[in-house]
């Protein structure tokens, strides 16, 4: 039997009642968050399946030509996993691993980068550190690999890096910063 005011429920149809459909609803929660803590445990049980690697900075670059392809090629691999996404510090962590003749090149723009406001540092600062390829052309055209390309830059003048047997390469048109004891005449 049943009236408008009692509470009417079948195995195969909802309750209608709304005291009966909010405790249908409470249990039908309670299995879900049974079912999602369940499936919570089977995930976390499941053993990793890849290894997350990172690969270790290259040893540091002392401004030799030989060593120059290598030195940033490692260095890229290295910025691509996840956590190194700003300009400036790729080229902070850069210069981290520079000594020697490449330290001396880098070390009076590094300290223009530490020591100045933007409005008040050399353009060539701003550009190097607003994005690494900058500063990677940089190291390029003072380091080496600038001849490749057709281009003269001031490895000429590194004595290290000197082609003793073309004498007759001509200066750069610009003058780029560079250690006193390595500048050209």
């Known amino acids: 039997m049943s009236s408008k005011n009692t509470p009417s429920s079948t195995a195969s149809g909802p309750a209608t009642n709304p005291a009966q459909m909010i405790q249908s609803l409470q249990q039908e929660v309670q299995q879900l968050r049974n079912s999602l803590a369940q499936t919570e445990a089977q995930v976390a049980a499941i053993p990793a399946t890849g ?61 223009d980068y530490l020591e100045n406001r933007p409005s008040q540092r050399e353009d060539e600062t701003n550009k190097i550190f607003a994005d690494f390829d900058e500063f990677e052309q940089k190291l390029k055209y003072v380091f080496g690999e600038a001849e490749a390309e057709g281009q003269y830059g001031l490895a000429w003048y590194n004595p290290e890096n000197r082609d003793t047997q073309n004498p007759e390469i001509p200066e750069p048109s610009e003058q780029r910063r560079m250690p006193a004891d390595t500048q050209g005449p």
């Open 51 to 111: 290894v997350t690697i990172k690969p270790k900075l290259p040893k540091a670059f002392e401004g030799q030509k030989k060593d120059l392809t290598g030195f940033l090629t490692k260095l890229r691999t290295y910025y691509k996993h996840p956590g190194i996404n700003h300009e400036s510090t790729k080229v902070e962590i850069a210069y981290g691993l520079l000594e020697g003749t490449a330290s001396q090149w880098f070390t009076p723009i590094m300290k």
